[in-house]
Each structure stands twice: as C-alpha cells, then as structure tokens.
C-alpha cells in the first residue's frame, strides 16, 4: 500500500496541528517547564536548612535568570529558614487479618523569612500536608516505594507552596 505525496502532506498537516493543539492546551493549564521565571521580588535569597524541601527550593531557584542564591545571610535580600521538617506515618485502617490496609502520611514543614539583618518579613509559620496511601496485601513491595514517591511530592508541593509565599514577600530595598 503507497501513499501519494497528498495524502502524506495532510498526515503531516493533522499531526502539526495536533501537536500545536496540545501544545495549547498544556500551557492553558498552567503546566511550565522547570526552570521558568518564578516572578521572585528579590535578586538574591540565602537558603538555610538541610531538609528535602530546602533542596528542592535550591533546585527551583538554581538557574532563575536575575536570581542568586547566597552563603552568607548578610549578602541576601530575603533568607528563608527551614526551621524544622517532620513526616509522620500512621495506620489509619487494617484488613480483616489485621494487617495495616490504608495509611496517611503528614509532613509538617516550619519555616521563617527574614531580610539579610534577621529583620522578619515573615513570622514562623507552618505548612501541613496529608496523604492518603492505599496498601494491598499482594504489592507489599510496592508500599515502600508509594511510601516514598508520596514523601517526594510532599516535598515538591511544599516547596511549591513557599515559592508561592517568597512571590508576596516585600523585601526592603537595600
């Protein structure tokens, strides 16, 4: 079976237009590429803490066109604090053999931002996340990795939810 020149120019075509669409409707929805400009009101951020999410926040900011993230506080027009990460794991039903069947996993995350002279733009706050996981019997192995993969978006949402908060921040103009 051949195709004629025509019929391959409008496969082409459709798949062109496909694409473009899906294109559309991706950057309609708010998806981005990692790395874009996360619109910070500041030109340099110390990041102190040593924590999943902290790290997560280096790689979101590494790389922002406009943005350096410094050592010394001193140097930095906003410092974020990551005072304190905590996840917790707790059964929350078992099956009829007693054997844990549903679990909710919660990351407690404390943190503070300041200016470079500890001038607080920010009190300490907290964010507070839960998930709920789903345990079957026969992937016992496959828990342990649900387990982590859900840690991991915690990490991500909360780090999500902080470069959110550094956007509303009003550092004083040094």
Do not use: H
Not at 76 to 84: R, T
Request: glycine share 8%; proline share 3%.
């Amino acid at each position: 079976m051949t195709f004629s020149p025509t019929r391959r120019y409008l496969g082409r075509t459709a798949l062109a237009t496909f694409v473009g669409a899906a294109g559309l409707v991706v950057s309609g929805c708010g998806w981005r590429i990692r790395g874009f400009d996360l619109a910070l009101p500041f030109k340099t951020i110390a990041i102190s803490g040593e924590t999943g999410v902290a790290n997560e926040i280096r790689q979101m900011v590494f790389g922002q066109p406009g943005i350096k993230i410094v050592q010394n506080q001193v140097e930095a027009e906003v410092v974020l604090l990551i005072m304190s990460q905590t996840t917790d794991r707790t059964v929350t039903a078992f099956s009829g053999a007693g054997r844990p069947r549903e679990l909710q996993l919660r990351m407690r995350t404390t943190y503070r931002i300041t200016d470079g002279f500890a001038v607080e733009l920010s009190s300490p706050q907290e964010i507070s996340l839960t998930r709920d996981v789903t345990v079957t019997e026969s992937e016992a192995l496959a828990q342990t990795s649900a387990e982590a993969f859900m840690q991991e978006d915690m990490q991500r949402d909360t780090a999500q939810q902080l470069i959110r908060r550094l956007r509303a921040i009003k550092p004083a103009a040094k």
